[in-house]
């Protein structure tokens, strides 16, 4: 029940979003016909008309990163074992989550351990290092399996601070993600796998018609 309200706030966060970005953008236009009207031409008039776009453009921007940046990003409470790390950044479009990522510190059980399956539950507790951290992902490009992947404390961190910020591919790409968890970086946001139209060759091309490989194996002959 908590998830399902969760899900309804944050669905009603981001359309107040949007809405908030076309008043704004709204407003942006009548104060520059306004400027335009009453500043004149001149070089002072066109260096106030500049400086009024620049700027204008600049608070929306980072306004607007900013408060996606907060909504996107859903991080998991410790479990009981504590310290356990889990991203579950949404989609834009469904809220659904783009990709689910977590750290497991040593000596740590996922987040969801009480989730989990029997039989996965055993396959965790019989092949992981227990003195190492474990990297669990499942997103567009696929997943990493049961128990996941054995990663040292640098790739740990470096992972944490991808997801843990305001989204920016190269970071997410340099912890080592190929198909950037899902993250679009000409739109700036998350989609999931069904958003991403992935083909068969594991190509994907976002709801705005943005283009990527979301599988490290593809090639674009694959999709001629």
């Given at each position: 029940?908590?998830?399902i309200i969760?899900g309804?706030?944050?669905a009603?966060a981001?359309?107040?979003?949007?809405i908030?970005e076309?008043?704004?953008?709204?407003?942006?236009?009548l104060?520059?016909?306004f400027?335009?009207r009453?500043?004149?031409?001149?070089?002072?008039g066109?260096f106030l008309?500049s400086?009024?776009?620049?700027?204008?453009i600049v608070?929306?921007?980072?306004a607007s990163?900013i408060?996606?940046?907060?909504?996107?990003?859903?991080?998991?409470?410790?479990?009981?074992?504590?310290?356990?790390?889990?991203?579950q950044?949404?989609?834009?479009?469904c809220?659904?989550?783009?990709a689910?990522?977590?750290v497991?510190p040593?000596?740590t059980?996922p987040?969801e351990?009480?989730k989990?399956?029997?039989?996965?539950?055993?396959?965790?507790?019989?092949?992981r290092?227990?003195?190492?951290?474990q990297f669990?992902?499942d997103g567009p490009g696929g997943?990493?399996?049961?128990v996941?992947?054995t990663?040292?404390?640098?790739?740990?961190?470096?992972?944490?601070?991808?997801?843990?910020s305001?989204?920016?591919?190269?970071a997410?790409?340099?912890?080592?993600f190929y198909?950037?968890?899902?993250?679009?970086a000409?739109?700036g946001?998350?989609?999931c796998?069904e958003?991403?139209?992935?083909?068969?060759?594991?190509f994907g091309t976002c709801p705005?018609?943005?283009?990527k490989?979301?599988?490290p194996?593809?090639?674009?002959?694959?999709?001629?």
């Amino acid at each position: 029940m908590k998830n399902i309200i969760f899900g309804i706030v944050k669905a009603i966060a981001f359309i107040l979003v949007e809405i908030f970005e076309l008043l704004y953008g709204f407003a942006g236009i009548l104060g520059l016909i306004f400027l335009i009207r009453y500043v004149g031409g001149g070089v002072f008039g066109i260096f106030l008309v500049s400086l009024y776009i620049a700027s204008f453009i600049v608070i929306g921007f980072l306004a607007s990163k900013i408060v996606r940046s907060k909504l996107v990003f859903k991080k998991d409470k410790k479990n009981s074992s504590g310290g356990s790390m889990l991203f579950q950044p949404g989609c834009r479009i469904c809220r659904q989550p783009s990709a689910t990522i977590e750290v497991v510190p040593p000596h740590t059980l996922p987040t969801e351990w009480a989730k989990w399956e029997k039989a996965r539950q055993q396959a965790f507790t019989k092949y992981r290092a227990a003195d190492r951290y474990q990297f669990l992902y499942d997103g567009p490009g696929g997943s990493n399996g049961w128990v996941g992947d054995t990663i040292d404390l640098e790739q740990a961190e470096q992972i944490v601070a991808a997801f843990s910020s305001v989204p920016n591919s190269e970071a997410i790409r340099a912890a080592g993600f190929y198909d950037g968890a899902g993250f679009c970086a000409d739109c700036g946001c998350f989609y999931c796998p069904e958003h991403w139209s992935i083909s068969v060759t594991g190509f994907g091309t976002c709801p705005r018609g943005h283009g990527k490989s979301l599988d490290p194996h593809w090639h674009p002959e694959f999709d001629e």
